[in-house]
């Protein structure tokens, strides 16, 4: 029963009441029906901004509900006893109350069915939400993690990459991709111009990978940063580069970075 019809039955009711004085304990009966109907409108407005909560709020919740029915219902039916009880010189008032009193009937039916099936489908949740606790989800490998990191370096989604391979790093410290990882989260510093935080992670990869095969490319790449940052430190970085692993790409590399920072020549003086 909504709003309206509540405050419908309670108008009609008033009516009836005000013209059949001489039933004062049927006035107290259909005052505490229409409390009750007051109160189980209340309850279905909790049920509905409930829906978001626990499933075992809401089990209780219609448990509540229920047993304010099943007492609704037999408020009710004491009450149709009682009116066909009347005497009947009341009869147009008696004709009135119990077509009202049919009227909540059919709302408290509609109400047990519409609770039965709600109950049925809380049932129907919970079993699902056992059913997904209790099965067993493989959860994304290391390998996994790896492959999502680089494929987005890949494509360019240096804030997507930098939080994938942060987490990486984080979780699987130890890993045999690890260094590398280290060195493509410098990588994608680079690529947004954070220089600054690009040198830090090449270190990181020169400190704690000192034997890895990323070590020329992260001092090489230190090298690059820093000169980009217009760091005065390049210069040393970049030679650095050269001293440690003679011919090599990286060591070339520097070098041709090193003539690129050599600042011109000024030309001799013309002789007189």
Do not use: C
């Amino acid at each position: 029963m909504n709003s309206i019809q509540i405050r419908f039955s309670v108008a009609v009711l008033l009516m009836v009441l005000a013209a059949t004085p001489a039933y004062p304990q049927k006035k107290e009966d259909i005052f505490q029906l229409m409390k009750d109907m007051i109160d189980m409108q209340q309850l279905v407005r909790q049920l509905q901004t409930s829906v978001d909560r626990d499933n075992s709020v809401m089990k209780g919740l219609m448990e509540k509900m229920a047993d304010q029915v099943n007492t609704l219902a037999g408020s009710l039916q004491r009450m149709n006893q009682s009116v066909d009880g009347l005497k009947t010189q009341n009869d147009a008032s008696t004709r009135e109350l119990r077509t009202i009193l049919t009227t909540m009937n059919g709302n408290v039916k509609e109400l047990e069915e519409g609770l039965s099936s709600a109950r049925a489908q809380i049932s129907t949740v919970s079993r699902e939400m056992t059913s997904i606790k209790t099965t067993a989800t493989p959860l994304p490998t290391a390998d996994d993690d790896w492959k999502a990191a680089k494929l987005d370096t890949l494509l360019g989604n240096w804030s997507i990459a930098v939080a994938e391979l942060q987490d990486f790093t984080s979780k699987y410290p130890n890993d045999p991709h690890a260094a590398d990882a280290q060195l493509l989260l410098g990588d994608a510093f680079v690529a947004q111009k954070k220089y600054d935080q690009a040198i830090t992670q090449y270190d990181i990869v020169l400190q704690k990978y000192p034997d890895s095969d990323t070590t020329r490319a992260a001092l090489l790449k230190k090298g690059l940063a820093q000169a980009e940052a217009n760091q005065p430190q390049a210069r040393d970085t970049l030679n650095e580069v050269i001293k440690k692993f003679p011919n090599t790409s990286e060591a070339n590399t520097a070098g041709a970075k090193l003539k690129e920072l050599q600042p011109p020549q000024r030309g001799k003086a013309p002789a007189r």
